[in-house]
Structures are given as structure tokens and as C-alpha cells.
């Protein structure tokens, strides 16, 4: 598939060649030709399911040519008027996308949502920037003294549109701006579209299947024709002849049933997903080391993303959450030993200090962080997969596409980041917690022995001669370290994946449970058993 944009111009005429698409095994388009025209408004009708926003993902660079779901092959070119001419490969601004759903970052405000998408698109000045993004906001109305997720549907449209036009874009892309909107919101966000191509010269493509609403403000219409499998402009003089235009919608008799699958096909999809996700499983290890470069197009944002999921992982919940644990593990761990120590009137006094031995050393080095790695990853990794899966369902990760952001390194590299933080520190604070409980417990079964007995042998085994740290501390903190990377890569890689209903979301969020501590344990295992073969 060749792709070519112009310099920027006055208006980007948009040019199909032979444009020929395939989703889910059914053909959508045959050698389809068609341009839509520079700085104009041009829609897209076509009946429900024809394929209208499966086109628009493609000319916004959102599907993959590897795509093993949608198949594409011709020539799409973007080109100017001023200069006749097309420049081979992509131009330095992405196409702007108006989504259906907004695609807005709800964490973010209104004003922030604009300058991020000017962050990563516009080479000027922070101030200049800010100054835009102000500006953006002033002109299409939108209110920056509230929240993000408490605007109303027409502010929310509104505050997208702003967002597209900051990226300064030749190209804006609409799919179906009127949707979920009432017949006067509808009117409105029709008239701020013609008003926004008239005041910024942009060619709008809408895909939309309410024409009533936004005809008015067309200059052309294009009829996604499902029979003839081609795009055609409509004669003017025929848009009042539009429903006979376009017809029944497509019958899809495959997809009106779920197809019955054995039970050894679907041991044999399960066996396929396991091979792949082991085989990405490895990848993802392998390129560790260059996932964890910040390499990020706006430092100060991508600072933000990694403060956003490392207070995701490490937050003050994840702390109560973690603290509590240590505080029940340190107590059961101390009291039981001695409360249930067999003839404990004959044989505590000759074990006392080799139990605190013991219990001080298990603690530290196994206990601990087996039970805080194991709740890091049934909490923090399905915070971190809910979010991200979210962003999935929601369009966000899209959204971040189109306005230069990476999300592999605006959200993975952060998330990395925050578990490799999160969890050394996370453990830290429950063994401090699992600590002082042990004390707490002894001194109630031993008053007169004394704080300093205790803490003379509790340390023991983990005092070293000489030196700051604790003894097997490096072995520690990595096996921490490789937990936290393991189930940093895990949450990433069940959320990433294609979210289409709330349930998948749940799917990643249990799958990454799931995965996250199988990992987790193992790792303790490898190391236990590496670290006292060390120790031999």
C-alpha cells in the first residue's frame, strides 16, 4: 500500500486509486477510485456495516498493512492544490480523527487535552502552544473550568473538534460526529463543522449516516456503494433520492450466528494463543532493555504518564493494601512460632533466639515478598490493565496515534517504570510493617525479654559483618525487579489487545491476574532455587 502526503497548502485533496479492502474474509471495496476535494466538506453515506469507519481508519494510518483482520492494497495520496505535486511517505502532522465516542483523556482537563495533542505535533514554542490551545477552546466554546468526564455531549464533540484542529492538519476526519447527540446538539455540531472549515480551510471527510442533519453543510456527497463494491460521488441534483441510493443494508448471514467451533478446534485456538502469547512473551524480555529508553516526544507528558500509573501501582490504596498484609503476615508469622511450638514449656527456652532467627530471615527474604509480589500483581496489574484496556476500548490509544504520540512509549515505557519502582518500594514498606508487628507480637508472649533481645536476633541472619545493606538483598531486589518488569509487560500485553464491549475488558483484567502471579510465583521458585544453590 503506497501512501503520499503534500506540503501544506490551502487545502489536501484527498486521492484513491484502486483502493481495494477486505475485513473478516468479506470484500468491502473493488478497485475503488475516488478523491475527495481540497478544503471542502465532503460525506461519506453508505448503510450500516458497509465498511464507512473501516475506510476512515485507513486513511488515518490506524490499520496495519499487517493486519491479519482487514487486507487493503491500491494508492491513497494526499495532495495539494498549491503544488500539484506529492511527496512519498508521511508528513510530519498526523491526519486529524474526530472519533464517534470523543477519544478524550478524561484525567486530563478540557485545556490539557488540546495542549497535549499541540505537544506532540507542533514545533513551537511551550508558550505559543499554550497560547493555541487557549485560543481553540475560546473559539468553539468549550468550558475549561470543569472536568473533562462531567461535560456535556456537545461540549465533549466540541472539545474533540478543537483538538483536531490544533494538530494544524490539512485533514479532518469525522466519524459520525452527530451520533448520540439530540436534534439541536446535532444542528449545532453541524454548523461548528462548516464553521470550522470555513475559518481554518481544512478538508472534512464525515462519515455519517445522518444526513439529515449535516447535509446542509456538504459540498459533496460519497456513496459507500456495498453492491457495485465501489465509491461514487452523487450528483447533487440526486441527494433527495438518497435512501434509494443506498438501498438495504448487506446481509451478513455468517455474521448473524456464532459459528459452532469442536471442542478440538478450540483447544486448538487456545494451544495457538498460548504459542503466541508465549512467543511475544519472549519478545517483549528480549527488547526489555530498549523498551525502558524514555524515548519520548514531550519529556514533561511522559514525566506525567509514569507519575499517572505509579500512582496506579504505588498509590496510597496500594500501600494500605500492602501495609495490612505485611501487618498480618508479621504477627501469624511471630506468634504462631511460639504459640504453637510443641512442649513449648520445655523446648521455647532453649529455642527462643533461633526462632527469632528464623522468623526474621523468612521474612525478609521469603514471606514478604512472596505475598506482596502475589498482591502487586492481582492489584496493581489489574489497575494498570483496566486503565490501559480502557484507553483501548474508548479510542483513546487511537487518538494518541493521530496526534504523534507512541503509545508503546507514552504508556508501556511509564507503566515499566512504575512497577520497577513500585514494587521494590511496595515490599519495603510491607517487611517495615511485618517488622514492628513481629515485635508487637513477641513482647506480648515475652515482656520481659525486651525490644533490644528481639532485635538483636530477629537481624541476626540479615545483619552483615560489614556493610549497609541486609544480607541477600542484591537477590532481593532481583527478584523484585523481575517480577515488576514481568508483570508490567503481562498488564501491557492483555490490554493492548482489541477491546470491543466492557467484557473484554474484564478478559484482560482477569487474564492479567491470572498470568501476573503464575509469573510471579515461578520467579520466586527460579530464584530460591538459584540463591541457595549460590549459597552451597
Keep these: 500500500m503506497q501512501q503520499e502526503t503534500a506540503e501544506a497548502g490551502a487545502g489536501t485533496a484527498i486521492e484513491i486509486r484502486g483502493l481495494t479492502i477486505t475485513a473478516g474474509g468479506r470484500r468491502l471495496l473493488e478497485d475503488a477510485s475516488i478523491t475527495f476535494a481540497a478544503g471542502e466538506v465532503t ?23 499487517e493486519n491479519t483482520a482487514v487486507k487493503y492494497a491500491g494508492q491513497i495520496r494526499f495532495r495539494s492544490p498549491q503544488n500539484g505535486s506529492a511527496a512519498a511517505g508521511q508528513g510530519e502532522l498526523p491526519i486529524a480523527v474526530v472519533f464517534q465516542n470523543f477519544a478524550l483523556l478524561d484525567e486530563l482537563s478540557p485545556l490539557q487535552n488540546v495542549q497535549i495533542a499541540l505537544d506532540h505535533s507542533l514545533p513551537v514554542p511551550a508558550a505559543a502552544r499554550l ?22 455531549g456537545g461540549q465533549r464533540q466540541r472539545l474533540a473538534i478543537a483538538r483536531a484542529i490544533g494538530l494544524q492538519s490539512e485533514v479532518i476526519l469525522y466519524d459520525e460526529p452527530t451520533s448520540g447527540l439530540d436534534v439541536n446538539t446535532a444542528v449545532q455540531v453541524a454548523d461548528l463543522i462548516r464553521e470550522t472549515q470555513q475559518s481554518h480551510r481544512r478538508t ?7 444526513f439529515e442533519a449535516l447535509r446542509r453543510i456538504a459540498d459533496h456527497i460519497v456513496v459507500f456503494d456495498h453492491q457495485q463494491l465501489t465509491l461514487r460521488e452523487l450528483p447533487r441534483d440526486e ?9 438495504r443494508p448487506p446481509r451478513n448471514s455468517e455474521s448473524s450466528a456464532p459459528p459452532k467451533v469442536s471442542l478440538t478446534g478450540s483447544f486448538l485456538n487456545a494451544a495457538g494463543d498460548g504459542l503466541a502469547a508465549t512467543g511475544q512473551a519472549f519478545e517483549q524480555a528480549f527488547l526489555l532493555p ?17 507519575w499517572h500509573y505509579l500512582k496506579l501501582v504505588s498509590g496510597w490504596s496500594a500501600c494500605i493494601y500492602i501495609a495490612t498484609a505485611g501487618m498480618i503476615i508479621g504477627f501469624v508469622a511471630q506468634d504462631f512460632v511460639f504459640r504453637y511450638l510443641p512442649f513449648r514449656q520445655f523446648t521455647e527456652p532453649l529455642l527462643t533466639e533461633n526462632l527469632l532467627h528464623a522468623t526474621g530471615f523468612s521474612l525478609y527474604r521469603f514471606l514478604v515478598p512472596i505475598l506482596s509480589t502475589i498482591l502487586i500483581a492481582a492489584r496493581s496489574g489489574a489497575a494498570v490493565a483496566a486503565d490501559v484496556g480502557s484507553k483501548v476500548y474508548g479510542n483513546q490509544i487511537d487518538a494518541m496515534k493521530t496526534i504523534g504520540m507512541n503509545p508503546e512509549r507514552s504508556l508501556r515505557t511509564p507503566i515499566l517504570y512504575a512497577f520497577l519502582l513500585g514494587t521494590p518500594l511496595l ?16 513482647l506480648l508472649t515475652h515482656p520481659d525479654a525486651g525490644i533490644a533481645f528481639w532485635d538483636a536476633h530477629f537481624h541476626l ?21 523481575t517480577c515488576g518488569a514481568g508483570i508490567a509487560m503481562i498488564s501491557w500485553s492483555c490490554a493492548i489487545t482489541p477491546k470491543q464491549s466492557g467484557p473484554d475488558i474484564s478478559h484482560g483484567v482477569t487474564r492479567t491476574i491470572l498470568w501476573s502471579t ?5 520467579v520466586h521458585f527460579l530464584f530460591s532455587f538459584l540463591e541457595f544453590k549460590a549459597q552451597q
Excluded at 441527494?239 to 438501498?247: A, F, R, S
Excluded at 516526544?297 to 506525567?304: A, E
Aim: aromatic share 10%; hydrophobic share 50%; charged share 10%.
Design 43 to 65: 460525506l461519506l453515506l453508505g448503510c450500516s456495516g458497509v465498511g464507512k469507519s473501516v475506510l476512515l481508519r485507513i486513511l488515518a494510518g490506524l490499520i496495519d498493512p
Design 131 to 152: 497560547r493555541i490551545a487557549t485560543q481553540l477552546l475560546q473559539e468553539l466554546r468549550v468550558p475549561t473550568d470543569r472536568a473533562t468526564a462531567v461535560l456535556s
Design 204 to 210: 472534512s471527510v464525515i462519515v455519517t449516516h445522518d
Design 239 to 247: 441527494w433527495h433520492q438518497l435512501p434509494e441510493v443506498l438501498g
Design 290 to 306: 530498549w523498551s525502558l529508553l524514555p524515548l519520548w516526544r514531550s519529556i514533561p507528558w511522559g514525566l506525567r504518564s509514569t
Design 427 to 442: 515490599s519495603l514498606l510491607s517487611y517495615s510493617v511485618a517488622a514492628v508487628t513481629a515485635a508487637f507480637a513477641f
Design 461 to 481: 541472619f540479615l545483619t552483615p559483618p560489614a556493610g549497609f545493606f541486609y544480607q541477600g538483598t542484591g537477590w532481593l531486589i532481583s527478584k523484585l525487579l
Design 518 to 522: 503464575l509469573l510471579t510465583l515461578f
